[in-house]
Structures are given as structure tokens and as C-alpha cells.
């Protein structure tokens, strides 16, 4: 196929994919459904006379009609001074599991209910919903310069949520977890869900005003999405990111270090090199509260002028664009248990009531949260309600109080440790 596109291009890539998925459904504690389904197909891109052409097709055999599309896409396809990367070796690193690939259905189902029984230990009005999702994707880039890629991975999801109602007060748990290894994480996981339903058992009552909010890893997201999007090289180029322009300056506290790192073994996001075949690397992008640099694919880095990062990802059906494989936030000194004692009367945030709420670009949140609570003489007293924070991360985490020495892996490629700003608006209903 590249030899046949290589008639009319200048340049060609090719890239397939394969992918078996075994998904297991719990509904209200109890099983619900099960499926096993199966996507394959190729996606091409081509240069000619300097246009960019992407075309794909979930039928592998339709090879004469993939060529037609692409090299007809490419007529009014973006001019771009793209260049498909050389033949270079990547870092090893492991994440096929070959017994998390061959886990069977009745496994995934001990699993689940043994969660279920788990989080029921801790609350037995609590229902739970569980979707478990077993996968073995291989993808290979192949393109005119040479290169070819396989990667091969076998990650394992669960997305968690958590119901309990007592008469008019109800608490409400979402949580997602993945893996490539197939260790007792999973146990881990759902026992800290378990924890925060039982210090959620007790109700404490907190005043509006501006007071020191610590956020767990599993709620400082509500922080790292505006940071998250500024530091995409896409919004960079299109000059809506705030930090577009200013690499090398101190934007935040100097205890922020952020990290981009697909080098990791066991983790879903890690690989040798990306979806364009471009290696991968470990990128520091905030440096002690400094910035130094923002993550690219070959398009965007094209566009803006520099190198790509190697964070090039894609689906069957949509061309590449920069993404974070996983983005870790480097862990502080005290425990958190320590923090939480240096803290007289302040906010305990566990988990926002949705993310993105707010202006992200700009670095504005404004969150509901599903489940806080206050914090008094040092002691976590119980669960507040109809409570919410509201600030901006370019202003609030040029002072950050701690970060704890404890991280935690949440929404699947983000490692975060607990975060302590000083003073942050809460609103509660008095």
C-alpha cells in the first residue's frame, strides 16, 4: 500500500489497528451485561504538493478505495511542511501483560463482585455500578522513510460509581482506574472509595468565606485541567493557551514539577514511540514552578515551528493530535497526615460534581463538589454538602501550601499527590 501511495505522493504513512475487547456490566450490585467486541481496521495519510491527506477504513481489504481517498483528501487538505519521522530506536518499556490479556470473563466477574462486596462492607445501603473493560489492542505505523512500529498493550479499565441514599442525603461516587499489569491495584483502588464512604457517614456543617482547601489526587483535577490544556501544543499554536510565549518564566509556586512520562512500565499510557512512530521521551514540562515546554505532535509541531515530543495519538477514524501519555505531578515531603494537622478549619475537596466547569483556558474553575469535608483543629470532622470552590490557577497556585509525600494514580494516567492552597473562595448553603 505505501509503494502504491508513493506513486502520487511525496510522502505516505499507513496505520493499523486491531483491538479485542471483553466488557462486564454491574448494575445496582448486581451483574448486568457482558460482551466481547472487535474493531480492526487502516487509516493512511499522504503529502502531495505539500497538502495533507488522511482517509481511513474499518475494512482491510479495501485497500484500492483507502488510496483513492486519501490522495483525494490531499486536494484540499492542509499545507503544512510536515516530515514523517526516520527510523529511530525508543526506550523499553513494558506493558503487555500476557495474564492480563488471557484474563477470563469469570475472573473479570470475581473481580467485580468482590469490589461490590468491598465498598458494601464499608456501607451496605451503597449501590454500586461497575463497568469492567479487559482489552489487547496492537497498532503498527509503517510509513515511506522507513519506519515501522508495533505496539502491543492489554490494559484493563474499571469505571466505578457509587449510590448511597439515605432519605434526603445522597452521595454520590465516580471513579475511574487502569492498569497493564495485573497486580492488587484494583483492590487498592476501590478500598479508598470504600474509606470515603465511611468518613462520609458523618455530617459537619463549614461557612462561606476564603480558607485553606486541600485537594485529594482524586479532586485536583479541578487544578490540573486548565494546566492540562494550557500545555497542549495545539492550543499553543492556535494562541489560546496563557502560557503561549512564556518558556522559561516562573508561573507557579516552585514545589509544581510536571511531567509527561510514557517511559513507565505497567502503565496504559507508555510506549516506545507514539502513534506516528516518533520515540518517546520523558518531558518536564513545568520545572519548579518555571515553565519549560509544551507537548507536540508532527502536525502542530510543524505549524508552531519546532520538534514533535513524541505524544502523537489517534483513533481508527480521527487523524493524529497531541495527547499526554501519563502526566505526573512530582509528590512533596509531609504525609498527609501531617498536612491535614497543620490545618485549623479549612476544606477537604474528594471529589468535583463534573470537571471543565468554568472558563479552563483561561485557568477559571468554578466546581460543585460530589464529596468534601472539613477540616477543624487539625482533624477531619465529617462530610459537608452543597458545597463549592471557585478561583484561578494562574492566580491561586502561585501559592501552594504542601504537596504530600503519599500519590495516587486517578483518572487513569494522572499521578497526583494531595494539594494544599492556602486560601481558595468556598461557597457553602448556610
Given at each position: 500500500?505505501?509503494?502504491?501511495?508513493?506513486?502520487?505522493?511525496?510522502?505516505?504513512?499507513?496505520?493499523?489497528?486491531?483491538?479485542?475487547?471483553?466488557?462486564?456490566?454491574?448494575?445496582?450490585?448486581?451483574?448486568?451485561?457482558?460482551?466481547?467486541?472487535?474493531?480492526?481496521?487502516?487509516?493512511?495519510?499522504?503529502?502531495?504538493?505539500?497538502?495533507?491527506?488522511?482517509?481511513?477504513?474499518?475494512?482491510?481489504?479495501?485497500?484500492?478505495?483507502?488510496?483513492?481517498?486519501?490522495?483525494?483528501?490531499?486536494?484540499?487538505?492542509?499545507?503544512?511542511?510536515?516530515?514523517?519521522?526516520?527510523?529511530?530506536?525508543?526506550?523499553?518499556?513494558?506493558?503487555?501483560?500476557?495474564?492480563?490479556?488471557?484474563?477470563?470473563?469469570?475472573?473479570?466477574?470475581?473481580?467485580?463482585?468482590?469490589?461490590?462486596?468491598?465498598?458494601?462492607?464499608?456501607?451496605?445501603?451503597?449501590?454500586?455500578?461497575?463497568?469492567?473493560?479487559?482489552?489487547?489492542?496492537?497498532?503498527?505505523?509503517?510509513?515511506?522513510?522507513?519506519?515501522?512500529?508495533?505496539?502491543?498493550?492489554?490494559?484493563?479499565?474499571?469505571?466505578?460509581?457509587?449510590?448511597?441514599?439515605?432519605?434526603?442525603?445522597?452521595?454520590?461516587?465516580?471513579?475511574?482506574?487502569?492498569?497493564?499489569?495485573?497486580?492488587?491495584?484494583?483492590?487498592?483502588?476501590?478500598?479508598?472509595?470504600?474509606?470515603?464512604?465511611?468518613?462520609?457517614?458523618?455530617?459537619?456543617?463549614?461557612?462561606?468565606?476564603?480558607?485553606?482547601?486541600?485537594?485529594?489526587p482524586n479532586g485536583a483535577p479541578v487544578l490540573g485541567l486548565p494546566i492540562i490544556h494550557g500545555l497542549n501544543g495545539k492550543n499553543v499554536y492556535r494562541g489560546i493557551?496563557?502560557?503561549?510565549?512564556?518558556?522559561?518564566?516562573?508561573?507557579?509556586?516552585?514545589?509544581?514539577?510536571?511531567?509527561?512520562?510514557?517511559?513507565?512500565?505497567?502503565?496504559?499510557?507508555?510506549?516506545?514511540?507514539?502513534?506516528?512512530?516518533?520515540?518517546?521521551?520523558?518531558?518536564?514540562?513545568?520545572?519548579?514552578?518555571?515553565?519549560?515546554?509544551?507537548?507536540?505532535?508532527?502536525?502542530?509541531?510543524?505549524?508552531?515551528?519546532?520538534?514533535?515530543?513524541?505524544?502523537?495519538?489517534?483513533?481508527?477514524f480521527s487523524p493524529p493530535s497531541p495527547a499526554f501519555s501519563n502526566i505526573i505531578v512530582e509528590a512533596g515531603e509531609l504525609s498527609v497526615d501531617e498536612i491535614v494537622?497543620?490545618?485549623?478549619?479549612?476544606?477537604?475537596?474528594?471529589?468535583?460534581?463534573?470537571?471543565?466547569?468554568?472558563?479552563?483556558?483561561?485557568?477559571?474553575?468554578?466546581?460543585?463538589?460530589?464529596?468534601?469535608?472539613?477540616?477543624?483543629?487539625?482533624?477531619?470532622?465529617?462530610?459537608?454538602?452543597?458545597?463549592?470552590?471557585?478561583?484561578?490557577?494562574?492566580?491561586?497556585?502561585?501559592?501552594?501550601?504542601?504537596?504530600?509525600?503519599?500519590?495516587?494514580?486517578?483518572?487513569?494516567?494522572?499521578?497526583?499527590?494531595?494539594?494544599?492552597?492556602?486560601?481558595?473562595?468556598?461557597?457553602?448553603?448556610?
Amino acid at each position: 500500500m505505501l509503494d502504491r501511495l508513493m506513486q502520487s505522493a511525496e510522502q505516505a504513512e499507513v496505520f493499523e489497528i486491531s483491538s479485542e475487547a471483553t466488557k462486564i456490566g454491574f448494575t445496582a450490585n448486581r451483574l448486568k451485561s457482558f460482551e466481547v467486541e472487535e474493531t480492526q481496521g487502516m487509516a493512511a495519510r499522504v503529502l502531495v504538493d505539500g497538502k495533507l491527506g488522511f482517509a481511513a477504513s474499518s475494512d482491510i481489504t479495501a485497500v484500492d478505495k483507502l488510496v483513492q481517498n486519501v490522495l483525494e483528501s490531499a486536494r484540499y487538505g492542509d499545507q503544512v511542511a510536515l516530515r514523517f519521522p526516520e527510523p529511530q530506536p525508543g526506550p523499553t518499556v513494558q506493558v503487555y501483560d500476557a495474564q492480563l490479556a488471557t484474563l477470563s470473563t469469570d475472573r473479570l466477574i470475581e473481580m467485580g463482585e468482590e469490589m461490590i462486596e468491598i465498598v458494601r462492607e464499608a456501607d451496605e445501603q451503597a449501590s454500586v455500578s461497575i463497568d469492567l473493560t479487559r482489552r489487547v489492542r496492537q497498532t503498527t505505523v509503517r510509513n515511506s522513510r522507513g519506519v515501522e512500529t508495533v505496539a502491543k498493550k492489554a490494559p484493563l479499565s474499571i469505571m466505578l460509581q457509587v449510590e448511597r441514599v439515605r432519605g434526603d442525603d445522597v452521595v454520590t461516587l465516580f471513579e475511574y482506574f487502569t492498569t497493564a499489569t495485573l497486580d492488587r491495584s484494583y483492590r487498592r483502588f476501590v478500598r479508598r472509595i470504600a474509606e470515603k464512604l465511611r468518613l462520609a457517614r458523618r455530617a459537619a456543617s463549614l461557612s462561606s468565606g476564603r480558607m485553606p482547601v486541600l485537594f485529594s489526587p482524586n479532586g485536583a483535577p479541578v487544578l490540573g485541567l486548565p494546566i492540562i490544556h494550557g500545555l497542549n501544543g495545539k492550543n499553543v499554536y492556535r494562541g489560546i493557551s496563557p502560557m503561549a510565549g512564556q518558556e522559561g518564566e516562573r508561573l507557579f509556586d516552585e514545589r509544581l514539577t510536571v511531567v509527561d512520562d510514557p517511559t513507565l512500565d505497567g502503565r496504559p499510557g507508555s510506549s516506545s514511540h507514539d502513534d506516528e512512530g516518533v520515540p518517546r521521551q520523558r518531558n518536564v514540562l513545568i520545572d519548579q514552578g518555571r515553565l519549560t515546554g509544551f507537548i507536540y505532535d508532527l502536525k502542530t509541531a510543524a505549524l508552531a515551528g519546532t520538534e514533535p515530543t513524541g505524544n502523537g495519538e489517534r483513533g481508527l477514524f480521527s487523524p493524529p493530535s497531541p495527547a499526554f501519555s501519563n502526566i505526573i505531578v512530582e509528590a512533596g515531603e509531609l504525609s498527609v497526615d501531617e498536612i491535614v494537622a497543620g490545618i485549623d478549619e479549612g476544606l477537604l475537596v474528594e471529589s468535583p460534581l463534573g470537571l471543565g466547569q468554568g472558563n479552563v483556558i483561561s485557568g477559571a474553575f468554578s466546581n460543585n463538589l460530589s464529596l468534601a469535608f472539613k477540616i477543624e483543629g487539625g482533624k477531619i470532622l465529617g462530610r459537608v454538602k452543597d458545597v463549592s470552590v471557585a478561583g484561578n490557577i494562574y492566580q491561586d497556585m502561585q501559592h501552594i501550601e504542601a504537596l504530600s509525600s503519599e500519590s495516587e494514580w486517578v483518572y487513569g494516567g494522572i499521578q497526583l499527590p494531595y494539594m494544599l492552597l492556602p486560601e481558595l473562595n468556598v461557597v457553602t448553603r448556610d
